[in-house]
């Protein structure tokens, strides 16, 4: 298979060089940034570099630095910077066509046939399942089902999870539970109630009970006629919460929702924006319980190279909008078109996922030993090519350890490998590489991160 460009090992020596950042034109670029563009912006506060080319899994600076990135764009690169295979098909159909509204086209066409065969229990000859194209972002994706939801079943309530991520739209925000973002906005998730999500860390002596304690209160809220919870219009799950930390939801917590969604006539929302394309080393993340979803949520890879498209699969039984109930005026990109088709190609030819169960073999091997080595690392989790380190400052206080991810990530960076935090308070350090990197490139970066753990906590930086 093609693997993303990287370097060398023997260019490695320069690549993971320690630096001091920002350079001197990043700098100029950030006070620039400070001084013109909203306060809300995230990234460049933690990474303190600009930008000035990236090609596979290698980001270089103004400055000249480069850097191993293993955060894909926020898991958008599938296959990295600038794949060349998918970068020609987009120049090619720049030139063609790109904005078609929601108009018929050939390279529209040849994306909606290749992206439903995917779904699971998908019959081409009965068009069991449906496509609806969004706006350019998940979250309008999670926006319009929401809205599929209550306009099918007639009612209005939504279930969601505590620790879930959904978008920071004002619908989408309301479905998301970090209290931080939702801060003095009112009428923000109104009719959404949040519910207990099982990964088995709450209770790290009853592992087996864990599912069990949550699936319970579960369907007594939902079904008790006396709980104050009206049946839900849907129920949203995340089957590994991304930005809540890399938490892998329980087996039998996951199918015993999906069912308790279909026994209460709701529709069960699977949201696949982060864990979808092949992250978690299938197509969609929910192939591994066997659970039945009635609308599924993709963006982020689905191009394969960046440019935007946002889609909803849903069972044509749930086909119940009238024309214009939910449109954007970007659903049409045809050149997300073109390179989405080209992208499941390649994830077939080039043995794509075959390649992610060899990544999640190797960030495992490479990360999971510190986990015995600190009482502050509480844990080491993931699946495919997602993944996270979560950090304690003491074994009784595991939402104090943001301190030491950032401080990791600030070292990780500094030389040459970039990562994210996510979590509570910012706890975990994520990875989520591009689904072709290059496995001894790989290695090196884990060394990087697992060097820059044993510094902060043997030396005490993040004290």
Not at 186 to 192: F, H, K, P, T
Not at 260 to 284: K, P, S, V, W, Y
Not at 400 to 424: D, F, M, N, P, Y
Request: glycine share 12%.
């Amino acid at each position: 298979m093609t693997t993303t460009v990287g370097a060398s090992r023997h260019d490695n020596l320069e690549l993971f060089s320690t630096r001091t950042l920002p350079g001197p034109r990043s700098a100029r670029l950030l006070a620039d940034q400070e001084r013109q563009e909203s306060n809300a912006r995230t990234y460049p506060r933690r990474l303190p570099f600009g930008i000035a080319s990236a090609r596979g899994s290698i980001i270089t600076d103004v400055d000249g630095h480069r850097y191993v990135d293993l955060l894909s764009g926020a898991g958008v690169l599938a296959l990295g910077h600038s794949h060349p295979e998918l970068t020609a098909i987009a120049q090619r159909q720049l030139e063609l066509f790109v904005h078609g509204l929601d108009m018929p086209t050939p390279a529209k066409a040849e994306f909606t046939d290749k992206l439903l065969r995917r779904v699971p229990g998908y019959d081409s000859g009965s068009d069991n399942w449906k496509i609806h194209f969004c706006g350019p972002t998940g979250a309008n994706a999670v926006d319009a089902a929401v809205k599929l939801a209550r306009v099918a079943t007639g009612r209005h309530g939504v279930v969601s999870f505590q620790g879930g991520f959904h978008g920071t739209t004002h619908l989408t925000m309301g479905l998301t539970g970090l209290l931080a973002h939702r801060a003095g906005l009112a009428g923000i998730g109104d009719g959404v109630t949040f519910l207990p999500y099982s990964d088995n860390r709450n209770y790290p002596d009853q592992r087996g009970a864990d599912h069990r304690f949550h699936t319970t209160l579960i369907e007594s809220l939902l079904t008790d006629p006396n709980g104050g919870i009206p049946e839900p219009a849907a129920i949203i799950l995340e089957i590994v919460q991304g930005e809540g930390g890399v938490v892998l939801g329980d087996h039998n917590f996951l199918t015993t929702v999906a069912d308790l969604a279909h026994r209460l006539g709701a529709l069960l929302i699977i949201d696949e924006i982060q864990t979808g394309c092949g992250r978690t080393g299938t197509f969609f993340a929910y192939e591994r319980h066997g659970i039945r979803p009635d609308i599924v949520c993709l963006s982020k890879a689905l191009s394969g190279i960046g440019t935007p498209v946002s889609v909803l699969l849903y069972r044509s039984e749930h086909d119940v909008w009238q024309p214009g109930s939910h449109t954007g005026t970007f659903r049409g990109n045809q050149i997300a078109f073109a390179t989405g088709s080209a992208f499941l190609d390649l994830l077939d030819r080039d043995g794509i996922l075959d390649h992610v169960a060899a990544i999640e073999r190797a960030i495992d091997s490479s990360l999971s030993p510190v986990r015995d080595r600190y009482l502050e690392v509480h844990d080491v989790r993931g699946i495919g090519a997602m993944w996270g380190i979560e950090f304690a400052a003491t074994p009784d206080h595991r939402d104090t350890g943001g301190v030491i991810a950032k401080a990791v990530q600030s070292l990780c960076v500094r030389r040459g490998v970039v990562t994210e935090v996510g979590g509570r308070n910012d706890s975990v350090l994520r990875l989520l590489p591009p689904l072709n990197i290059d496995l001894d490139l790989l290695a090196d970066a884990c060394t990087v991160i697992t060097t820059a753990i044993d510094e902060v906590l043997t030396t005490g930086v993040a004290q």
